[in-house]
């Protein structure tokens, strides 16, 4: 009975129903009593959440889809603030990080640089293990979408690049819920970042039609950031210089593709930024 009620509090949105079932299966598994260890004790910890009472479900479109947000909002903080008491107080800057990229899957592991994540203010001394181990308890949780990959170098002339996904409502709604401070310090990372991959792949490989699996993978996300960093209020210099390089190289991807119209809209939105 109560697992049959937990559906008409989610208001049957399956991702909050995948977010508290992946929850509930987590807590359940621990050795030690839990505040949401079973369904009724979900339901409660949910309607004790910092948001208003869930509106009635006979409203319009667009209440509709407030509502939704209320509901993914309180399901994903509640799974974060267990990876908050279990001492990985940085797996939600890790996921606001992550929700600052396009539309689009994530090349994690061609983006998501141990050693330039760990120069930042945002994950000062962080390593590629507690990286990993971040990435991993996100997924478990199921605030992201983490495939299972096999080991080596995923980025290589055979191999398409290993990619991670984001429920466009939790991307939707973690953008909303942060500052324009927090945006500008994700942004910058995230820019910092893919200056770094494409970067280390060069000019050649945007040109060479055995990486233009990896280009595809980048180029949406290197132009997203682009026009995500050009419409802060202040935007950093270094940060644009690093969107502008990144996005450049992708779009003599494009260009070698044959992809005239985009690429000629990339340049573009360069120019237009940088002047």
Request: hydrophobic share 45%.
């Amino acid at each position: 009975q109560d697992a049959e009620a937990l559906p008409a509090l989610l208001g049957g949105l399956p991702l909050a129903l995948r977010l508290a079932g992946s929850y509930i299966a987590e807590t359940a598994a621990m050795p030690w009593p839990s505040l949401a260890a079973a369904y009724r004790a979900y339901q409660s910890a949910v309607a004790a959440g910092r948001l208003t009472d869930l509106p009635s479900p006979s409203i319009g479109p667009r209440s509709a889809a407030d509502q939704s947000r209320q509901i993914i909002t309180r399901t994903w903080e509640l799974s974060l603030d267990l990876l908050d008491r279990r001492g990985m107080p940085q797996a939600r800057t890790l996921l606001e990080l992550l929700c600052q990229l396009a539309e689009a899957p994530i090349p994690y592991q061609l983006v998501m640089h141990p050693e330039t994540i760990r120069a930042s203010e945002l994950f000062a001394g962080m390593d590629a293990v507690q990286l990993w181990k971040l990435l991993r308890a996100l997924a478990h949780l199921g605030l992201i979408d983490l495939p299972e990959t096999s080991s080596g170098d995923a980025a290589s002339a055979s191999e398409e690049p290993a990619v991670l996904r984001i429920h466009p409502l939790v991307r939707q709604v973690i953008r909303a819920q942060t500052d324009t401070v927090q945006k500008a310090s994700h942004l910058a990372l995230v820019a910092a970042l893919l200056h770094r991959v494409t970067d280390s792949e060069g000019l050649d490989s945007s040109e060479d039609p055995r990486r233009w699996h990896i280009w595809e993978a980048l180029a949406p996300h290197a132009f997203f950031i682009l026009i995500a960093v050009r419409q802060l209020p202040n935007p950093d210099r270094r940060a644009i210089e690093h969107a502008a390089y990144a996005t450049h190289l992708t779009g003599h991807y494009l260009r070698s593709r044959g992809l005239f119209h985009r690429a000629e809209r990339v340049h573009r939105a360069i120019l237009s930024t940088c002047a």
